[in-house]
C-alpha cells in the first residue's frame, strides 16, 4: 500500500515532481553504512546517525546474527516504537541525523521512506519526518514537541504486514540542517489498533528504510493558485473548499493541532467546484482541514473562529 502525504502547512501539494539527478541531502539514507553488525539499540553503528533523545532505537542488518531484520533494499533498515501499554504508554523511540547541505529557502522538497511494522500487538497512525535547523534532543523518553513537515495521515493506521511508503513535501523556510524521524505524536494524539492479540510484546514497532528527500516542483499552488482555496478566514458557521478546475473532492476531515478527528465529513459523491462543509459546535482556534480529491490527499490550516 502506498500512502500519500501531505504537510500541515498552507501549500499544499498535490503533484510532487522530482528534480533529475538531484542530490539526496540524508546520509546513509538506508542505513546500509555500517561499522559493525549491530546489537540491541545501536544505531550509532550507522553513522552520523542517532538518538536524539533517551529512547532506544535499534539498528538492522540482514546479514548479521544479531539484529538480522529485514531491510527495504539493501543490508541495512532502522526501527522505532510508536506505542505501548502501561509504562510504555508514552515511549517514543527517534533517529536524527545532519543532512549533508542545509535545505534551500522557498524551494520545495520531495520527501519518502519505506515503514514495516513487526508483528506485535499494536499497529499505530503516526510517523512523520522533522526538519530543523538545529538538532533537537529530550533527556527523557517522552514523545517530541515538534509538528514534522511530512507525516502519516493521522488516523490512517499502518496496519500491513509488508512495507508501506510513506510520502510527501513541503517548502523549505531555509537553513534545516537535521532530520528527525519518528512518530510526535503521544497517546492522545496516536490511534492504536490491535493488530495480533497474541503477542506478549504489547508495543507498536515500525523498521523504516530508504529515506530519501530531493527537490520538487510545487504542483496546485502554481498551476491553480488562483483556483483553490478554503475560506472565509477566520471561518464561523461553515467552511467553503473551492477545487481547481477538474479536480474533484471526496471526503474531507478537520483536524485538532494534536491530530485527533474533531469532525468527518465522510464521503463526498465527487464534488467538483465549490463544496460548504458545516462547522457549527467546533471549538475555535487552529486546525488542520485534510481533504482527498481524485488527485490526491492534501492538507489545509485553518483557523475557526472570530
Same mark, same amino acid.
Given at each position: 500500500?502506498?500512502? /500519500?502525504?501531505?504537510?500541515?502547512t ?10 533529475a ?9 538506508s542505513?546500509?553504512? *555500517? ?12 553513522p ?10 535499534d ?29 510504555f ?12 547541505t542545509?535545505?534551500?529557502?522557498? *524551494? ?15 499497529? /499505530? ?23 514534522? *513537515? ?41 490511534t492504536a ?8 510484546? /504489547? ?68 464534488? *467538483? ?6 462547522? /457549527? ?6 486546525c488542520?482541514?485534510?481533504i482527498?480529491t ?13
Amino acid at each position: 500500500m502506498i500512502r /500519500t502525504l501531505r504537510t500541515i502547512t498552507s501549500f499544499a501539494l498535490t503533484s510532487l515532481v522530482v528534480a533529475a539527478h538531484a542530490q539526496n541531502p540524508v546520509p546513509n539514507p538506508s542505513f546500509d553504512v *555500517q561499522t559493525a553488525c549491530p546489537l540491541v539499540s545501536e544505531i550509532e553503528l550507522a553513522p552520523p546517525w542517532y538518538a536524539p533523545t533517551a529512547g532506544t532505537p535499534d539498528l538492522f542488518n540482514s546479514t548479521c546474527p544479531t539484529q538480522n531484520g529485514p531491510g527495504h533494499s539493501g543490508i541495512g533498515s532502522s526501527g522505532v516504537f510508536t506505542h505501548g501499554e502501561g509504562a510504555f504508554l508514552e515511549y517514543r523511540e527517534y533517529v536524527q541525523a545532519p543532512l549533508i547541505t542545509p535545505l534551500v529557502a522557498g *524551494q520545495g522538497y520531495c520527501v519518502s521512506l519505506w515503514v514495516k511494522r513487526a508483528n506485535f500487538r499494536y499497529a /499505530t497512525d503516526r510517523f512523520g519526518v522533522l526538519f530543523s535547523a538545529t538538532a533537537v534532543s529530550l533527556a527523557n523518553t517522552n514523545a517530541l514537541n515538534y509538528t514534522p *513537515q511530512v507525516q502519516n495521515t493521522p488516523g490512517d493506521v499502518l496496519s500491513d504486514a509488508g512495507w508501506m511508503e510513506i510520502s510527501g513535501g513541503f517548502v523549505a523556510q531555509g537553513g534545516e540542517a537535521y532530520v528527525t524521524i519518528g512518530s510526535f505524536a503521544n497517546s492522545a494524539g496516536t490511534t492504536a489498533e490491535v493488530v495480533n492479540a497474541a503477542s506478549t510484546s /504489547t508495543v507498536a514497532f515500525y523498521y523504516f528504510d530508504d529515506v530519501v528527500v530531493t527537490p520538487c516542483a510545487v504542483g496546485i499552488e502554481e498551476q491553480h493558485a488562483q483556483s483553490f482555496d478554503v475560506f472565509p478566514m477566520p471561518a464561523v458557521g461553515q467552511l467553503t473548499v473551492r477545487m481547481p478546475p477538474g479536480v474533484r473532492m471526496e471526503s474531507a476531515r478537520l483536524l485538532d493541532t494534536k491530530g485527533s478527528v474533531m469532525r468527518n465529513y465522510g464521503t463526498i459523491p465527487a464534488v *467538483q467546484g465549490a463544496q460548504d462543509l458545516d462547522i /457549527t459546535g467546533l471549538a475555535n482556534g487552529l486546525c488542520h482541514l485534510v481533504i482527498t480529491t481524485d488527485h490526491g490527499t492534501l492538507t489545509r490550516t485553518v483557523i475557526l473562529g472570530e
